[in-house]
């Protein structure tokens, strides 16, 4: 079939708009995929991301605690060799605050006090049959000693918390480490007016004087170091309980340290004399028991001594004279322990949103 030139030229132009046509859906098509391939890309992308950030995202908060438990002493009077009977024969108390910074999920920092009661007694320790006739028993020391600690510590949550206090996990446990400035002024009880007395300004063991040391600081650097856990009451209370240990520089929490002074040093001080040795009281002054009859045993296994005024033979043995030990070990230091149970409080955070523009 022939066409007519001017029907040749409208097929032409009208296979030209086809085709056409056809390119431009087909472009669009392509466009099309690309455009949603992109979008699907990222919003993957954009998921993963807001998920991590959702992840990583932690708001600091502060607590405030307030808590009470035990202490206990270790030192001169109260060995490391008997851990179980050093703890809990002369336990006492402890009552401080605390407040506590969180920064991360596992890291925070914390500012506390505590103020607390240590004491030691060589025949509390040793009135039993097993330790009646050891030499801390015829030393017949004791003290009692109010500490006040300050403190700053660091703090590692072993199991982290999320992302804000209100959804911190129900139960917790941490370790923490710091370091501390504890006032300590030791005393002992004055049998005679029933007072109990500075020890630190006598000089029991001849401090201050020529030939001897100066007299002890009251107020030592400690270490604390200590575990805890803790339990979700609700959004905005806790209660913890941890065990917290001390390490010491000092040796004078229990003003014994070195060596019996010369009593003539205390020619012109009757208390200063009755501190510095107390071995032939007859009397176990806390408690107000009689040593005479255990101080017959301590004589016969130790010496080989039989008497029946033991007061007045312990001298002529050389126990207790001038130069011997009055401290177990000068080279060790006294440490002490505290078992606290807390309340904290979760304070509320003021979170600051950017001005309207």
């Known amino acids: 079939m022939v066409l007519h030139p001017e029907e040749n030229q409208q097929l032409f132009y009208f296979c030209k708009k086809i085709d056409l046509k056809m390119r431009r859906n087909f472009d669009l098509r392509r466009v099309s995929g690309t455009l949603a391939l992109t979008l699907i890309l990222g919003l993957l992308l954009a998921g993963r991301d807001v998920k991590a950030q959702n992840r990583g995202f932690f708001l600091p908060y502060s607590t405030a605690g307030f808590g009470i ?14 851990p179980l009977a050093s703890m809990f024969k002369m336990m006492r108390w402890s009552v401080g605050g605390n407040y506590t910074r969180h920064f991360t999920p596992r890291l925070a920092a914390r500012a506390s006090f505590i103020y607390a009661r240590i004491a030691g007694d060589d025949y509390i320790m040793n009135r039993d049959s097993k330790h009646e006739t050891s030499i801390f028993y015829a030393r017949n020391l004791h003290f009692r000693n109010d500490l006040k600690e300050f403190s700053i510590q660091g703090i590692y949550k072993l199991i982290p918390d999320n992302r804000s206090y209100d959804r911190r996990p129900q139960f917790g446990a941490y370790l923490f480490a710091g370091i501390a400035l504890t006032a300590h002024n030791p005393k002992a009880l004055d049998s005679l007016k029933g007072d109990w007395v500075k020890l630190q300004p006598l000089g029991t063991e001849g401090q201050g004087n020529e030939g001897y040391a100066k007299p002890y600081s009251l107020v030592q650097f400690a270490i604390p170091v200590g575990i805890g856990v803790r339990y979700k009451i ?9 065990l917290g240990f001390r390490k010491t520089f000092t040796d004078y929490l229990d003003d014994a340290h070195g060596n019996y002074a010369d009593p003539a040093l205390f020619a012109d001080d009757p208390l200063a004399l009755a501190m ?8 176990a002054v806390r408690k107000g028991a009689d040593r005479t009859e255990t ?8 010496y080989q001594i039989d008497t029946n005024d033991p007061l007045a033979t312990l001298p002529t043995t050389g126990f207790g004279a001038p130069g011997t030990p009055r401290g177990n070990s000068p080279t060790l230091k006294d440490n002490y322990l505290f078992g606290m149970i807390h309340i904290n409080y979760m304070l509320p955070s003021q ?7």
């Open 234 to 242: 609700n959004s905005r209370f806790d209660i913890s309980a941890e």
């Open 295 to 302: 101080l017959k045993k301590f004589l016969q296994v130790n």
């Open 276 to 283: 510095s040795n107390r071995t032939t009281n007859p009397v």
């Open 69 to 82: 438990g035990t202490s206990s002493y270790f030192g001169d009077m109260a060995p490391y060799r008997r």
């Open 351 to 357: 979170i600051k949103c950017p001005p309207l523009k």
